[in-house]
């Protein structure tokens, strides 16, 4: 059920909304100041692109300075990714079938809100907090 939800959202925005923060990863690659950003922006495009089975968990090992990036990214980036993630989510759970994936969208909100110091891990792994330490 999964891999048919996946692709449901691959099909419905999951492609278009991969390549846009792909994109925003290579622009913020270009400076040396962008590079973390560079790379959490990557991550949320490899999430966007496949988000069933998989949940977004913190990574015990962010020191303070990714909590100093978050608060950069909050206030330049990372609300308004969050709005967008909203109202697409809102627009998708007006539909029957658009429910999981307007979850789908709910689901990418704490990770375009604070995407530093953050992993993806499989949904059904019991194992994967005591993995990340």
Do not use: E, Q
């Not at 966007?48 to 962010?62: E, K, M, N, T, Y």
């Not at 627009?91 to 953050?118: D, E, Q, R, W, Y």
């Amino acid at each position: 059920m999964r891999f048919l939800l996946n692709v449901v959202w691959l099909v419905f925005g999951g492609f278009f909304l991969a390549v846009g923060y792909a994109f925003a990863g290579v622009l913020l690659a270009i400076t040396i100041v962008g590079i973390p950003f560079a790379i959490a922006s990557f991550r949320m495009a490899n999430f966007a692109l496949w988000p069933f089975g998989r949940r977004l968990v913190d990574a015990p090992s962010a020191g303070a300075l990714a909590g100093i990036g978050n608060v950069l990214w909050l206030i330049l980036a990372g609300w308004w990714l969050a709005l967008g993630h909203i109202v697409t989510g809102v627009a998708m759970c007006l539909t029957i079938i658009g429910i999981p994936l307007g979850i789908a969208n709910f689901k990418l909100i704490p990770v375009s809100l604070l995407p530093l110091g953050k992993r993806i891990v499989d949904a059904d792994d019991p194992y994967a907090f005591i993995r990340l330490r």
